[in-house]
């Protein structure tokens, strides 16, 4: 039945961009097939081939072995006191701060992993995965040039960082190759985020964020081939004349090592202090609206009417409720059972309209509490989480990208929206793929 579920799933998201398309007589039905078949094989390959799950499982040991040497450096410079906002554990009863979590783990991880990013692309050592990622989609899917090597750029760091890889290409970039690079950042995360979630979904047990890490790589390069198809058959490409040829750009971040740290750390400062003022500002509108929309249930009734009807998950009229309620069906969709696809369907829609840090630290708690009933959910929900389609992503691809291709600024605002919604659906295509595979 699950399986079933998730193909209609995956029919309706593909039907959705079909009947958005800017010209379904155009659509290339071959990248498409090749598109969604390189998820199947990606998935299947990570989740069931032994050797292959082994690999990542490897990989993402090591990540979480990074994360541990982020700790010593954030011990060193912020110390071990806690915040003023306690909770227990539940479980040894030992002290854990919320605040301390964030502070002391969150962000100097994205600091610490964005710095190891710019290393790695000083060394030349991204621009080979890269490459090779770019070489392979680039020959099963008949992509051109400069959108396979954004593609795989998305997959090992951010929506901001990947245009430099094909910034020699910007200018004259068709629309749908600018297409397929706004839904390719849409679809994936950056590698300075990353450690930042197997945090949030670990919590402080390695082997559960070896766990998490292991399907959070899987879910971004899955989400690459998907962007590709929800972005060709949303903007299709119209030219025959297209460059396939695939060249990575020889110029460096840095001029030698410490300065490739250095530009990394500053950027992942930049980043860490977003995440947490976004964080901040999120949580008190959410907290200001659930407020209002609380008064309102108390003087309807409904805050009653909604504890009643979802058996006490949700307790009152509020957001989190809102949420749940519209994006359950999508919840469903993907293949959630129908326990949890309230709870699932939260944290999407908190992912689209606020961002998905915040869904992600949703997600944690409701692992932590025990919410969610079946693990197969979470993980689900983890695939569907992972990228940065929300309407904030809009506005800094627009303003990110344009700054290095002027000329490009008019098309990337008019796509903007078409490419959240690409992205969107790239990331459930994902979570549907590997429900079905798990």
């Known amino acids: 039945m699950a399986i079933l579920q998730a193909l209609l799933g995956i029919i309706v998201l593909l039907g959705?961009?079909?009947?958005?398309?800017?010209?379904?007589?155009?659509?290339?039905?071959?990248?498409?097939?090749?598109?969604?078949l390189l998820q199947f094989i990606f998935g299947f390959l990570v989740l069931k081939v032994p050797f292959v799950e082994t690999g990542f499982q490897w990989v993402a040991d090591g990540f979480v072995k990074l994360l541990s040497y982020t700790d010593a450096g954030a011990e060193f410079v912020l110390g071990k006191w806690p915040t003023v906002a306690q909770v227990t554990d539940g479980i040894s009863g030992e002290i854990v701060t919320v605040g301390y979590i964030f502070a002391f783990k969150v962000l100097p991880t994205i600091l610490f992993f964005s710095a190891l990013s710019s290393l790695l692309y000083y060394l030349g050592i991204l621009q080979i995965l890269v490459y090779a990622f770019a070489w392979l989609m680039n020959k099963t899917m008949q992509l051109t040039g400069a959108e396979s090597l954004a593609a795989a750029a998305n997959v090992f760091i951010g929506q901001t960082e990947a245009p430099l890889v094909v910034k020699p290409y910007l200018e004259d970039m068709s629309k749908s190759e600018i297409m397929a690079l706004m839904t390719g950042g849409m679809a994936t995360i950056a590698g300075g985020v990353f450690g930042a979630y197997v945090g949030l979904l670990g919590g402080g047990d390695a082997l559960q964020q070896a766990a998490f890490a292991k399907h959070l790589l899987s879910a971004s390069i899955m989400s690459a081939p998907a962007a590709l198809v929800a972005a060709k058959i949303l903007f299709p490409e119209t030219s025959d004349n297209v460059d396939r040829e695939i060249n990575i750009p020889k110029e460096k971040i840095g001029s030698n090592v410490l300065d490739a740290i250095s530009n990394g750390t500053s950027d992942g400062l930049k980043l860490a202090f977003n995440v947490g003022a976004m964080l901040l500002v999120f949580t008190a509108f959410m907290a200001m609206l659930n407020g209002i929309f609380g008064a309102i249930g108390n003087l309807t009734g409904l805050n009653d009417m909604v504890g009643n009807w979802t058996d006490n998950r949700y307790t009152c009229f509020n957001l989190q409720f809102i949420f749940g309620m519209l994006f359950a069906p999508i919840a469903w969709l993907i293949g959630v059972g129908s326990q949890d696809i309230m709870l699932v369907g939260q944290v999407i829609g908190e992912k689209t309209i606020l961002n998905e840090f915040f869904a992600y630290v949703t997600l944690g708690d409701m692992k932590k509490e025990h919410l969610i009933s079946d693990p197969k959910s979470a993980i689900i929900a983890t695939y569907a989480l992972c990228g940065f389609a929300?309407?904030?992503?809009?506005?800094i691809q627009i303003g990110g990208i344009s700054a290095i291709a002027p000329g490009q600024r008019e098309t990337l605002s008019a796509l903007g929206i078409k490419a959240l919604i690409g992205g969107t659906v790239a990331c459930l295509l994902t979570a549907a793929i590997a429900g079905m595979l798990l």
């Open 390 to 395: 929300n309407f904030a992503s809009i506005g």
């Open 16 to 36: 959705i961009c079909i009947l958005l398309s800017a010209d379904r007589s155009k659509i290339n039905w071959r990248l498409v097939v090749s598109g969604i």
